[in-house]
């Protein structure tokens, strides 16, 4: 342990998206761990800033514009790059193509650069959007969904393989599906407004019924155009960013892909008999155009040696029993 952690000196990850859910996790979990404590973490900020400390610098700019990558790739060893746009057309080609292209150019040029790590989305293989009759593995096709965010994913995710092509670079994607934290998968059953994400469950039963289903605690129950209990895949951000750190200076990441997600999909059906036997709450069927996927994680388990720590109930209950603090409201932070 004391060679992997002297060996670690010098080091200095940048972070992109650093003020995010996924970045602010990782930035925590990277700062505990002791294999890394001789290191550093450089956050790239935009909008929001976090506050510097001894192991932690910000710098602050665009990732669209070169000469901020520049100042913010100068010197590091390692990139964690997170940092996105959702359904914003005005915006994301210039985060998720220019900003991804001007990090890839400045890292190759780079004398100090040692590996890039991206992490992808189960958007650019269209998660539930298309039928996936077997388990996607990371192999599976491309194929984005309507609208721009599922795009850029697909595009970030090529752009990096083409630089292994061109430059040999050293980098890694890990593709996560929906990323929940705090009580983020309760809000994401919820019948009110305050609903996490999509599907819309009080657009689809129309307001009356929706008030009904939140006043008595019910949760929906998404079926597939056949009538089976959806199958939904996610990640809890503990989860991922154990598998970040994982793939951090990990040989065998070497220009691989994996899918990093839990060890079973979310099926809607015993999601509903959980809440009911744990928590008394009844449960709603709810027809969808959707369809069942089982995102496969064996990749990441054999060359990374990274296993997740949640399962169904393990979510179920930690969004069920997170107590917010006043002073940490809901936010999304970007739309779609």
Not at 83 to 97: L, N, S, W
Not at 255 to 270: H, K, S
């Amino acid at each position: 342990e004391g060679d992997r952690m002297s060996s670690k000196g010098g080091k200095i990850v940048l972070v992109t998206g650093a003020t995010g859910k996924v970045g602010q996790n990782f930035i925590r979990t990277f700062m505990a761990d002791p294999a890394w404590a001789d290191a550093k973490i450089r956050a790239l900020c935009h909008n929001r800033l976090l506050g510097p400390s001894e192991r932690l610098e910000v710098v602050q700019g665009s990732i669209a514009q070169r000469a901020d990558v520049a100042r913010a790739v100068d010197g590091v060893t390692h990139v964690v790059h997170l940092a996105t746009c959702k359904e914003t057309p005005d915006d994301i080609m210039d985060v998720a193509v220019k900003g991804m292209f001007w990090l890839l150019e400045e890292c190759r040029a780079s004398a100090s650069f040692e590996q890039f790590v991206l992490i992808g989305g189960d958007v650019g293989i269209g998660h539930f959007v298309y039928p996936h009759p077997v388990p996607v593995v990371e192999t599976q096709k491309h194929s984005a969904y309507a609208g721009c965010y599922a795009l850029s994913k697909v595009l970030e995710e090529v752009m990096l393989e083409q630089y292994y092509v061109q430059y040999d670079f050293n980098g890694c994607c890990l593709r996560a599906p929906w990323i929940m934290e705090k009580d983020d998968f309760k809000y994401t059953l919820s019948f009110g407004e305050d609903v996490f994400g999509g599907p819309r469950w009080r657009e689809m039963v129309g307001e009356k019924k929706a008030d009904e289903y939140v006043a008595n605690g019910a949760v929906p129950v998404m079926l597939d155009p056949e009538g089976e209990p959806i199958l939904r895949n996610f990640v809890h951000v503990e989860d991922l960013a154990t598998a970040i750190i994982a793939a951090l200076d990990c040989p065998a990441a070497r220009q691989q892909l994996f899918n990093i997600c839990m060890d079973e999909p979310v099926d809607y059906r015993r999601m509903a008999e959980y809440l009911a036997q744990t928590r008394g709450l009844p449960s709603v069927d709810i027809g969808t155009p959707f369809h069942r996927t089982w995102l496969d994680n064996n990749k990441a388990k054999f060359l990374l040696d990274w296993r997740p720590g949640y399962d169904l109930a393990k979510l179920i209950d930690g969004a069920w029993d997170y107590q917010r603090d006043p002073d940490d409201p809901r936010i999304v932070w970007y739309p779609g």
